[in-house]
């Protein structure tokens, strides 16, 4: 794997962009500020903690190991919303 395929920035948009959501909705959805959401997409925000990483991906649906580029598979062990 490429470091481009690896980048949070990249999975976190792509997670994002395939639900349809905005930075905005996905801001709403997770709690994270939606400047946090942008810096992190745009690489400008390098670092994410944990807390946040697992806010995002609890709001995607995706596995925070989809996230950090540890696995390919984008679904999550969490159940859909009921």
Known sequence: MT???WSIADRLRRAREDRGWSQVVLSKRSGVHPM???RI???AKKDVNAATLRKLAKALRVS???LLGLKDDMESMIAPAA
Do not use: A, N
């Open 36 to 38: 946090l959401i942008s």
């Open 3 to 5: 470091e481009h395929e």
């Open 64 to 66: 925070g190991d989809y």
């Open 41 to 43: 997409e745009t690489k």
